[in-house]
Each structure stands twice: as C-alpha cells, then as structure tokens.
C-alpha cells in the first residue's frame, strides 16, 4: 500500500482565499484524522470520521474550517476564508478499527 | 488519557543505544503505550506499542515497568536517519479514541 496520500505538499495562498486539502486513507482503514501543527501549540487533532461520519470535531477552531468525507477513499479539508493564522501543517491519518494511526507527509500551509 | 513527561531534548552517540525514558504515573489499567516519533518536516511514524510486557519489533524495543509507571523506548544502534522528536503516548485502544501528542524528546544522535 503507498501509505497515507495528501494533496498539495505545499500550498501558499493569499487571506481571504478558499483553501482545499485532500487526503487518500489507506485502503480499508475506515477512520480517518486531520491533525494540525505548528510550533505554538504542537500537534492538535481537528475532527475525525467513522465510516466515512464525522465523530468529533470538537477541535475545529471555527466555522471558517470544514471537513467532508464523501467516500471511503477521500476526504478533504476546507479553509473558507483563510487568514495567516491557519498557516501551519496539516496532516491526514488513518487506522483500522481506532488502533495505531498511520499519518501522511501533510501539506504545509502558508496564508500571506 | 493519562498525561506523559518525558525529558525536552537528548543526545545520543551514533551506533550507541538510545534509551529514551517516559513517565505516564497517572495510567489507568486498559491504557496502552504508543511511541511515535517524527523527523523534521515528516508526518509522524509509528513505531511501537505496549500494554505491559516488553515488546520488540524491527525498530525499538518497549521497556515498560512492572507498576506501569514509567517505560523507555530503547533504540539498539542509533544512527544519524534516527535523529527526531520521540512521542510517548498512552490511550485506550477502543475505537475513536485520539492521540494526544506532547511535546516530546527532542533527539538528536551525533556522528
């Protein structure tokens, strides 16, 4: 398997732009994670999905952040509009019953 | 989840053993230890995991205390590609239960 797959690896937009970040679970994972990092606050889970449904997105930071998961084999994260603060890494997991998260190579963030 | 401590930053020779302590006093009975680490720019890797025996795997060994408190992950032959920040993490494998990453063990392996 290629492993969890993120698209773009890198993304630099202006504020106020629509941003959307892509993820490819690995195949028969059926839990799927977006995480955020940045240096202040570290790692930080922002939702994650069940079978495709949304779990807990208790970590989305506001309503600018949307996340959809349309199939077992995608998902994406939205950043409408985006500000410089949301600059950062983004990083997509998945796992096998809830056990050991696999994550992808993220997709750095930069809002100017 | 039960909190971890583990020291900031570590040096290690290349080809010596690093062995990188975690205290998570607070762990509850049915709560595993997870390391991860991530090298610089990388999503985090998996590395290993246990519930109270020693585990090894191709990578690591697990050492976890007999009273659960405490654990070292012990890398054999540490080279410079292992130089990354190490994170202890302890969780109920149940599903949907998150990983709480802390700071971690900055370690850096010198030629």
């Known amino acids: 398997d290629a492993g969890v797959i993120q698209s773009p690896r890198h993304e630099v937009t202006e504020m106020g732009q629509e941003v959307t970040l892509r993820c490819k679970p690995i195949?028969?994972?059926?839990?799927l994670f977006w995480y955020r990092q940045t240096m202040m606050r570290g790692l930080e889970l922002l939702i994650y999905f069940n079978n495709n449904v949304p779990i807990d997105d208790s970590g989305m930071p506001e309503d600018r952040f949307s996340a959809k998961m349309p199939n077992a084999s995608f998902s994406t994260l939205k950043i409408q509009p985006s500000e410089p603060r949301d600059s950062a890494v983004y990083f997509c997991?998945?796992?096998?019953?809830?056990?050991?998260?696999?994550f992808g190579p993220g997709t750095r963030l930069t809002v100017l | 989840d039960a909190k971890t401590t583990q020291p900031p930053s570590m040096d290690c020779a290349e080809g010596r053993a690093a062995n990188l302590p975690c205290n998570h006093s607070?762990?509850?009975?049915?709560?595993?230890v997870y390391w991860y680490r991530q090298i610089h720019s990388q999503g985090p890797q998996y590395i290993i995991h246990?519930?109270?025996n020693n585990e090894t795997n191709e990578m690591a060994s697990l050492i976890i205390t007999e009273d659960r408190k405490s654990s070292t992950l012990i890398l054999p032959h540490a080279t410079l590609r292992d130089t990354a920040v190490y994170y202890c993490i302890v969780r109920v494998p149940i599903t949907g239960n998150q990983f709480y990453f802390g700071t971690g063990t900055s370690l850096t392996v010198i030629p």
């Open positions: 607070t762990i509850s009975g049915n709560e595993y």
């Open positions: 195949s028969g994972h059926d839990y």
């Open positions: 997991a998945s796992s096998f019953w809830g056990e050991t998260q696999y």
């Open positions: 246990g519930l109270k």
